[in-house]
Nanobody, 115 residues
Framework: QVQLVESGGGLVQAGGSLRLSCAAS????????MGWYRQAPGKQRELVAT???????NYVDSVKGRFTLSRDNAKNTGYLQMNSLKPEDTAVYYC?????????WGQGTQVTVSS
């Protein structure tokens, strides 16, 4: 079972940057898709971005041009670089790995953007 540990959340002013990390407890397979989701208070969890082992990425429209997802397969770690942060980016961010039909989740890290 893959265990995921997120880090890098915190409090930042609007316009600032944060980098989230997601470290997996074991070597990721080539079929594994790593992603980040977020959940704001009172809202459903939403997909932010995904990346395949080959580096293909997808982003939700609201973060395109501001967030960049990368993946270091040798370190079994993914990174979400978040720039030009907005108050509406405030949420708990969760790392996810999809392997075949199985989902693995991290414990979440809080990102708060003040106006």
């Amino acid at each position: 079972q893959v265990q995921l540990v997120e880090s890098g959340g915190g409090l930042v002013q609007a316009g600032g940057s944060l980098r989230l990390s997601c470290a997996a407890s074991e070597k990721l397979f080539s079929i594994d898709v790593m992603g980040w989701y977020r959940q704001a208070p009172g809202k459903q969890r939403e997909l932010v971005a995904t990346i395949t082992a080959g580096g293909s990425t997808n982003y939700v429209d609201s973060v395109k041009g501001r967030f960049t997802l990368s993946r270091d397969n040798a370190k079994n770690t993914g990174y979400l670089q978040m720039n030009s942060l907005k108050p509406e980016d405030t949420a708990v961010y969760y790392c996810n790995v999809k392997r075949y039909l199985q989902d693995y989740w991290g414990q979440g890290t809080q990102v708060t953007v003040s106006s």
